[in-house]
């Protein structure tokens, strides 16, 4: 007996064996159903992940408006910010951005500088959280309070109340940026002051899967020490650059 | 605050006028100092606030204000006469345009006695001025009548635009050699190809 003759043999045994309605020809019939779903999820999921490697990014447009003002906030206010820079690295994955928030204000009336603070920052109506560096978002929490991971470690956002050299930290984080704008932001040199505006660089990873394929909408929920109406008056009345730039000696105060 | 004049039968009033030039010469080449021009329609030099008040009687003529409650943007005009050619230089070579005035008011019994304190009555920055000559042909001389127009600081504030632009040249206004606005006339338009890797 051949080889072939032995191996024909066989086969016809296996298949009379799967057309017989004994339990171990069901059984084998249901491992053969299963490995062959298998193989075939497997291919779909190759499939994917090849349409994900040929992902072709998108074109992204910040436009920002020499005509733009600069926005004083006083008090508590929420502000999307003007983009005034934007830097593309790291093979087009990583997008950096200026956003100018506000003029900083000036003395309240009794002489103490006011001071811009950040409360929270929002990304496309999610609160960001930060991880222990105070930078880089961790969790994000929509408005029923549901967290959720999708922009962990893809975002880092670093604040600054008073200029390039004046980084600061979210109130609600214990630590933050220490570093001065102009070492962070790739292309910037100690020329590129932003001089007496409070203003945040971000930095946004591209990610399809999370969709973070755009600069998206980031609001900033901010402080400001300021907030009495006679310093806010007094502020606005005496300030020579977005003020009437009355001089305080002939103010009543 | 008010002054009660209901118990007097007669009573004088004079106007004086400040004027705050900051580039003053009388020279076309000479340099510029700061100084202080004052004068009034009173009869008599007066001092307001350590400024002598040089009398020019009728000579000076400040055209009407009305007295509102609230800040008024109204312009008014300050009128000298009888300038000799001479002292016309003031005018001509100072910067005047730009100075602060301000005009005082005060009231005097026919005695000449001060009644009540100074009031302020106006104040504004010299927006513009005029010369009109009237020259004498007998005596081949000529004097001449300068005419300043004062706009109020309701007006000049009123038309202040301030604040800063997100431009380059707006950012160093403030700060000359700030660069951080420098690329947002490239950035119009200009499109980035997030996430696609080369």
């Known amino acids: 007996m051949s080889f072939i003759d032995t191996l024909g043999g066989l086969v016809k045994g296996v298949g009379g064996f799967l057309r017989s309605n004994s339990l171990g020809s069901n059984l084998a019939k249901s491992a053969l159903y299963g490995f062959a779903l298998n193989k075939v999820l497997k291919s779909i999921q190759k499939d994917q992940d090849a349409n994900q490697a040929k992902d072709q990014g998108t074109q992204v447009s910040v436009n920002p408006d020499p005509k733009n003002s600069v926005p004083v906030v006083y008090g508590t206010a929420y502000t999307s910010g003007i983009i005034t820079d934007a830097h593309m690295a790291n093979n087009n994955t990583t997008l950096w951005v200026c956003l100018t928030l506000s003029e900083k204000t000036g003395n309240k009336i009794g002489g103490t500088p006011s001071i811009i603070n950040f409360n929270e920052v929002y990304y496309n109506g999610f609160r960001l959280d930060f991880k222990a560096d105070g930078i880089t978002v961790d969790k994000a929490y929509d408005d029923s309070g549901n967290s959720t991971d999708k922009f962990s470690g893809l975002i880092q956002v670093y604040p600054f109340n008073d200029g390039s050299l004046n980084p600061t930290t979210f109130t609600t984080e214990s630590t933050g940026n220490s570093s001065n704008a102009y070492d962070i932001m790739p292309s910037w040199s100690s020329t590129d002051r932003m001089d007496q505006l409070v203003f945040a660089i971000v930095k946004i990873n591209y990610n399809a899967r999370s969709r973070i394929t755009q600069v998206g909408d980031f609001k900033f929920k901010l402080t400001n020490t300021m907030s009495q109406p006679g310093d806010v008056l007094f502020d606005y009345m005496t300030n020579t650059r977005y003020g009437a730039g009355i001089p305080q000696a002939e103010i009543n105060v | ?198």
């Open chain 2, 1 to 198: 605050m008010a002054i009660n004049l209901t118990s007097y039968s007669g009573l004088r009033a004079a106007t004086f006028v400040r004027i705050s030039v900051t580039d003053y010469r009388t020279t076309p080449t000479g340099s510029y100092t700061p100084t202080v021009l004052t004068f009034s329609d009173h009869n008599t030099a007066f001092t307001i606030d350590s400024d002598t008040y040089t009398p020019l009687g009728n000579l000076l003529g400040i055209s009407d204000t009305s007295s509102e409650l609230r800040q008024t943007n109204q312009d008014i005009n300050i009128t000298l006469s009888g300038i000799p050619d001479a002292n016309l230089g003031e005018v001509l070579y100072s910067k005047l345009k730009g100075s602060e005035v301000q005009i005082y008011r005060a009231y005097f019994t026919q005695a000449g006695a001060q009644i009540g304190s100074t009031q302020g009555r106006w104040k504004g920055t010299v927006n513009n001025y005029n010369i009109d000559e009237e020259y004498e042909v007998l005596q081949t001389t000529a004097t001449n009548t300068v005419q300043i127009n004062c706009i109020s600081s309701h007006n000049l504030l009123a038309r202040k635009v301030a604040g800063l632009k997100t431009n380059p040249n707006s950012i160093k206004t403030y700060s000359a050699s700030d660069t951080s606005f420098d690329r947002v006339p490239s950035l119009i338009g200009s499109q980035f190809d997030f996430g696609v890797q080369r």
